[in-house]
């Protein structure tokens, strides 16, 4: 019977237990996405993690949609994440860096010279973002041309490299959840595109397999991970096919020989249930997991590894703190994406 302590061969990797930590944005880089020196001091406090993945981060300027997250495109920012790798596999552990571009999600706040987000098509998201000057309504998206979508794609695969031979990270994990571009382009209501890649099913999905072939031919395909958050509510997510969207995806991604399938389930929908028996290779189970839940799904075989988000946040230690059954931190959500190291580097450890 699988245990949330038993190794897990990942690719190449032996990972040490199946206790993911899942990506979170914590909004400590400074404007031109450049990591400060902490950020190694974080990951490596979360190193006895089977896998950590980062925090999403930014692969061109029109990727940005949050107040200091961090890049993977310039010479500085490739420099300020080396760290990161080295320090957490001074203690043992493994690291995938999440690539991600935020579409119509960002606003010309974050963007070069105020510019226009772009997304599929023209459609806005309803609802708003953070800014340091207060919250602001979504705006109304640019369409991607055909060739910017194609240079879209390019973009990740360069990020990959960068992030896997310049900044020595173990993977990367495609961020295809929480509403952002890939997901945008997957949306029926969103992507009302003409050319291959709006329109049939088919066509919609065209964008994330292309830009995870695109990713696995720069660094490999077991290198290469990809996270889904089917029909989840947050961001003006609407998929109404999305009952036969995520098998499709599933069944092509059969093929690929990626490292993994990350599935947040969000809203408890049965999306595992629904997904997990289609996929032949390591599948991560995600959000709203315990340690009993998480252990109840290992056993029953219903995933191969578990990603807990919240909780590895506030708990640096979390295997060890399952492991004892001892009492979890609780998370200071006033510290999430605030900038310094308080909230950040400061939960304590047992002991
Ligand atoms: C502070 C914070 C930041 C997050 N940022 C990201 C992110 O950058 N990329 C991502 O895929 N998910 C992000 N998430 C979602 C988590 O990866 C995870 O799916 C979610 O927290 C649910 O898991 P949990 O119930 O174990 O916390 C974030 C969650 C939190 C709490």
Do not use: C
């Not at 031109?32 to 020196?37: M, T």
């Not at 957490?88 to 493994?94: S, Y």
């Not at 093929?255 to 390591?282: M, Q, S, T």
């Amino acid at each position: 019977m699988t245990t949330l302590f038993d190794p897990l061969k990942l690719g190449k990797l032996e990972l040490s237990n199946r206790l993911m930590m899942a990506p979170m944005t914590r909004s400590r880089a400074n404007d031109v996405g450049v990591q400060p020196d902490y950020v190694a001091e974080y990951y490596a406090q979360r190193a006895s993690a089977g896998l950590i993945v980062t925090e999403a981060t930014n692969v061109s300027p029109m990727a940005k949609g949050y107040v200091r997250t961090p890049g993977i495109y310039t010479d500085e920012q490739i420099a300020s994440w080396r760290s990161v790798p080295e320090a957490v596999h001074a203690k043992g552990g493994k690291i995938f860096m999440q690539l991600f571009h935020t579409g119509r999600i960002a606003l010309p706040d974050f963007l070069p010279n105020h510019a226009q987000p772009v997304s599929a098509s023209n459609v806005r998201a309803k609802g708003q973002n953070y800014t340091d000057e207060g919250m602001k309504d979504f705006v109304e998206p640019r369409a991607l041309t055909t060739e910017e979508v194609k240079q879209t794609i390019q973009d990740f695969a360069t990020a990959a490299k960068n992030a896997v031979e310049q900044a020595g990270f173990d993977g990367v994990e495609l961020h295809a959840a929480s509403g952002y571009l890939v997901q945008q382009f997957l949306m029926k209501p969103v992507n009302l595109r003409t050319d291959e890649y709006g329109g049939s099913l088919e066509n919609r999905a065209r964008f994330v397999l292309e830009i995870l072939d695109a990713m696995s031919a720069a660094v490999g395909a077991e290198k290469v991970g990809v996270k889904f958050s089917p029909a989840m509510p947050f961001n003006d997510i609407q998929e109404p096919d999305a009952d036969d969207m995520y098998p499709y995806l599933i069944a092509q991604l059969n093929h690929k020989g990626l490292a993994y399938v990350h599935v947040g389930d969000h809203a408890n929908a049965g999306w595992h249930e629904k997904l997990r028996p289609l996929y032949g290779g390591l599948y991560v189970a995600g959000a709203n997991f315990t340690q009993e839940r998480g252990a109840e799904y290992l056993a029953a075989n219903k995933a191969d590894a578990i990603a807990y988000g919240v909780k590895f946040l506030a708990n640096p230690d979390l295997p060890e703190r399952f492991r004892q059954n001892a009492p979890l931190n609780e998370p200071d959500f006033s510290t999430f994406y605030s900038p310094g190291t308080k909230g950040y580097t400061d939960y304590p450890a047992l002991g």
